[in-house]
């Protein structure tokens, strides 16, 4: 991971609020994130909900159309949703394109027997109930990787360590990345040093940590973190989009995800949902041209990492046991 330079990017209506008395506070430079993703980029980009090849190919014509830098292209609704050759066929349309494709793991708490995950508390969340759940996510995690999958996204951090373990032992490919999901991000500076620490590639933390948090977060790791600058609604439906600069300044290197709130749920997908995948994915496409246009004019877009770039850099991890 290499460190990069602070910047200070320009603050919205700073210049002429200034002039009325109405300037805001000077921008702490210690509040700034030192790293960078090994390439020297600061920020990637990120199209979540991508159910499958067509709905993939609208996200790659859109961002054509649109002149919007995709970086990674994520699924939510599970490798077993797929077939094998909608997955070799999302592989390959991502391989030509130099885009990174991570799909998620699966079976998880919200499709499972329990009932606590459908309670006001909300149980254990997404997390993997008993060895049968863990030991069907190992099963679509080796399946993707053998279709030529090398993002896997993960929901319980029982299965991040053991993915992380295969992950050493050779039983997946090393260059494969585990991306946490942000049904289960971590919400303070130590916990997400724990995800680090149990394999985590990239984290996505929840859309309403405040700038402080950021900051906090980056004096104890160096991960990158994953953020929906706009949320889906069960996420909170957060819009951040005008802050989108001092996120990176203070985040970075951060993978800026283009949710969209106002728009129905659409996991597990099926076909019976396409029109409504096609029409989010455009849109999703078109938030996050929205979101470049504000970094472009606060002066903070030319940090950008070179598309097809993936890898995170060298991270701290937990010892593995003699066992392992």
Not at 43 to 50: D, N
Not at 100 to 126: I, K, M, N, Y
Not at 175 to 196: H, R
Request: aromatic share 6%; hydrophobic share 40%; glycine share 12%.
């Amino acid at each position: 991971m290499t460190d990069a330079p602070t910047t200070l990017p320009r603050r919205p209506g700073e210049a002429a609020l200034t002039p009325l008395g109405l300037g805001g506070p000077a921008l702490c430079p210690e509040d700034a994130s030192p790293h960078a993703f090994p390439d020297g980029g600061r920020w990637r980009t990120e199209v979540p909900s991508v159910e499958g090849p067509e709905v993939l190919n609208t996200v790659l014509e859109e961002a054509g159309r649109l002149g919007v830098p995709v970086h990674r292209i994520s699924q939510g609704s599970g490798v077993w949703m797929l077939t094998d050759d909608e997955i070799t066929e999302m592989v390959g349309r991502c391989t030509e394109r130099d885009v990174e494709l991570c799909l998620f793991t699966g079976p998880r708490g919200t499709w499972d027997a329990g009932a606590s995950v459908r309670t006001d508390s909300g149980g254990a969340g997404l997390r993997a109930r008993g060895h049968d759940a863990l030991a069907g996510c190992v099963e679509d995690a080796l399946r993707a990787a053998s279709l030529g999958v090398k993002c896997l996204l993960v929901a319980d951090e029982g299965v991040l360590w053991t993915l992380h373990r295969l992950r050493e032992a050779g039983t997946l490919p090393a260059d494969t990345t585990f991306k946490v999901s942000a049904l289960i991000g971590p919400v303070n500076p130590a916990a997400f040093a724990v995800f680090e620490g149990l394999g985590a590639d990239s984290v996505n933390i929840p859309s309403d940590l405040t700038l402080s948090h950021f900051s906090e977060i980056r004096r104890v790791s160096r991960a990158p973190m994953d953020l929906y600058i706009e949320a889906p609604d069960d996420l909170g439906g957060y819009v951040r989009m005008y802050e989108v600069a001092e996120l990176v300044r203070r985040g970075a290197p951060l993978y800026l995800k283009f949710g969209l709130a106002k728009a129905p749920g659409i996991y597990p997908y099926g076909r019976h949902l396409r029109d409504l995948a096609l029409n989010t994915a455009r849109e999703r496409v078109r938030r996050g041209r929205l979101a470049l246009d504000l970094l472009a004019r606060h002066g903070a877009d030319g940090d950008m990492s070179p598309l097809g770039s993936r890898l995170p850099g060298a991270l701290n991890r937990f010892p593995l046991t003699p066992k392992d």
